[in-house]
């Protein structure tokens, strides 16, 4: 499975808190849209948004990327904030949920 992560440093959590509703919404759209395998949105009382979005192979991030590969820098255009992104291979992910869910 492959990842992109994104790591959005605002200035403060009321910052972070009105561009979450954002990416929220626009990474719901792209969830159908480019068949995500799974998706993290995570925000912390600094004012960090973490994003993890999960692939099930190259093709369906080369959608993502085609569709939403801007996403960030449309969120420049509004906010204030620092940012960096890594894409990367899955080597761990666990969900007590989903096993939960399959017994």
Known sequence: MLSRTYHLKFPDLD??????????????????ECD????TVLIGKEGDISVNIFFPGPDELKT???????????????FLFKSSAFDGVCILNFDASAEESAA
């Open 15 to 32: 910052s972070a808190q009105v561009a979450a509703p954002y990416l929220t919404d626009t990474l719901g759209e792209a969830i159908p």
């Open 36 to 39: 995500l395998a799974g998706l």
């Open 64 to 78: 993502f990327e085609k569709k939403y590969g801007d996403l960030v820098e449309s969120l420049k255009k509004t």
